[in-house]
């Protein structure tokens, strides 16, 4: 088996290249009789795309779907344990219990902190996914889970609590990180963004089902000790438990199984979910053979890479890529976003909303609004493209922190009340326009730009980054809060706005690309002004084979 996966291999094309003769004219029709003699390109894709697209409605499409929303469920643990850990914090039976402070201290920025610790040690991890798959990774990441929350809820001293809720994050990071990577690996490239950046919008279904949980376990149940906060808790369990149960149904990443020399499965799962069941589709053949061709030289995963980490910069292109990887993880962490999202309770209470109740409502109302907003997103994704969005989210962060700021030095230096009104809607604000840009991107981008041989690695660089920033805004959050106010809010202000420069000199589009297509772009002197212009050559085409269907029709 091996011996025919070599040979298979000398036999691939070179990798996708956007040829310069295509960038200049301005018509350049791509014959598809014979996909197989074709060299895999970008011309190619986007001549397959404009006249032979596949169904998204069929058979293999609405597998894909299914499959896709049970992979969903572990972004939803992940937002219901944010979701809770910031709402039970707003229980006086919790913080009485466990002898915290309500307006939070050291020990509550621990508490909370705890969850980065032990996501960046899991994050140590996640090149296991080369070893034995993507789908036993978040087998093994959920389960840890189910056991980490069976000792958080029994917790009778803050010490068992945080040491639960340090085994919650570090088997959640297997899951967290193992998940989007499948979900990148196995989806069409036209609608990858769709599908993997939807994972990251059900990080909001758990944190409604969180904050409804808290809400109405403290409505009914504040006057019976502590089960309005252990409940939760132990719902807690739910989504991995379901996860656990299924995962291990479902196929392996195709990219993962290529470079195992499992071919003929990988083709088959292209076959059933990229071309709804039509093994003769020249998209099937042109995956394969770009699948094949990044493999090449490239040895099977073992224990002993945990300690070789020079895939992640051994040519300008993959430091290039690593940069990016590692930028959007610190951005998406470190926008403003964790401050309001953990700690708005307190922030209510700055501005005079102290009843429990409604900041709960308001909690589950931030939720819904999230999860609205980043559902359309991520659609909005694969139709503006990647730059556009992060870009035009950025600046409407920078807008609605700026007025936040307003609102509360109104309210704290004036005490005006219109003021705090102001600030509470454009808190609101800032987080519809976060989860519309950020929020489908922030575990799909980092896997995106980063090569086949690369992922697995730089998604624990993913998961290493998010847990530092998240680690310094939730553990620094309190106190800074408590001890400048508003000018946090002002910080913020001035990052996202070296943040909007960032992204337009540095941020490649990979809207519509696949990711053995990326190769090309990375490779260039330029790789932002590259995919730009590749998009536009890729726009091109698909007008010109349109046009010539047309008049052949």
């Known amino acids: 088996m ?13 990798k996708a290249r956007p040829s310069q003769d295509t960038m200049e004219k301005p018509r350049h029709h791509v014959a598809l009789d014979d996909v197989d003699a074709t060299e895999p390109s970008l011309e190619t894709y986007a001549a397959i795309m404009a006249t032979n697209k596949p169904d998204p409605r069929g058979p293999g499409y609405i597998k894909l779907y299914l499959l896709a929303a049970t992979v969903f469920l572990c972004s939803t643990m992940n937002g219901f344990d944010t979701a809770l850990m910031g709402s039970i914090n707003a229980l006086p039976n919790y913080t009485e219990y466990f002898g915290l402070p309500a307006e939070g201290n050291a020990s509550t920025g621990i508490v909370f902190a705890i969850f980065q610790v032990g996501q960046m040690c899991g994050a140590l991890f996640t090149w296991m996914t080369d070893w034995y798959g993507r789908t036993w990774h978040m087998f093994f990441g959920c389960l840890g889970v189910v056991i980490g929350t069976i000792v958080t809820a029994l917790s009778t001293n803050l010490s068992m609590f945080i040491g639960g809720r340090f085994l919650i994050s570090f088997f959640a990071t297997f899951a967290h990180t193992a998940a989007p990577l499948y979900l990148v690996e196995i989806s069409p490239a036209a609608y990858r963004g769709t599908i993997a950046g939807t994972y990251n919008t059900f990080y909001n279904v758990g944190s ?24 939760p808790l132990w719902l807690q369990m739910v989504c991995p438990g379901i996860v656990c149960f299924i995962i291990k149904f479902f196929p392996e990443s195709p990219r993962y199984l290529i470079a195992n020399d499992r071919h003929e499965k990988a083709r088959a799962i292209l076959t059933k979910y990229h071309a709804n069941g039509d093994p003769s589709h020249p998209l099937v053949a042109l995956e394969m053979k770009e699948m094949l061709s990044s493999v090449q030289g490239v040895d099977k995963a073992t224990w002993k890479d945990l300690f070789d980490l020079r895939v992640l910069v051994e040519t300008r292109s993959s430091r290039y890529r690593l940069m990016l990887n590692v930028a959007f993880s610190w951005f998406g962490q470190f926008s403003g976003n964790n401050i309001i999202s953990y700690y708005l309770p307190l922030m209510l209470k700055g501005i005079g909303i102290t009843d429990t109740n409604t900041q709960l409502i308001l909690n589950i109302v931030y939720s819904v609004i999230g999860w609205v907003f980043s559902l359309g997103g991520a659609r909005l994704h694969d139709v503006v493209g990647r730059r556009k969005m992060l870009m035009g989210s950025t600046f409407g962060m920078i807008i609605c922190l700026a007025l936040v700021a307003a609102g509360a030095a109104g309210k704290v230096e004036y005490g005006n009340s219109a003021a705090a009104t102001v600030s509470i809607v454009f808190i609101f604000l800032f987080g519809a326009v976060f989860a519309t840009g950020y929020t489908p991107m922030q575990p799909t981008y980092p896997a995106e730009v980063v090569s086949n041989k690369m992922r697995a690695k730089a998604m624990g660089t993913f998961k290493l980054t998010a847990g530092a920033a998240g680690f310094l805004n939730t553990f620094v959050g309190p106190i800074a809060l408590s001890s400048i106010g508003y000018w946090f809010y002002v910080f913020f202000v001035f990052w996202d706005t070296f943040e909007l420069g960032f992204m337009y000199f540095f941020f490649v589009e990979t809207k519509g690309m696949t990711l053995e297509e990326l190769d090309a772009i990375f490779e260039a002197r330029n790789p932002r002004k590259a995919s730009v212009e590749a998009k536009k050559m890729q726009k091109r085409i698909i007008k010109d084979e349109r046009a010539a269907e047309g008049a052949n029709a």
Request: one cysteine or more.
């Open 2 to 14: 091996a011996d025919e996966a070599r040979d298979t291999r000398t036999e691939v094309a070179p």
């Open 208 to 231: 409604i089902l969180a904050t409804s949980a808290v809400y109405g376990c403290h409505l009914h149940l504040a006057d019976q000790g502590d089960l309005d906060w252990r409940i």
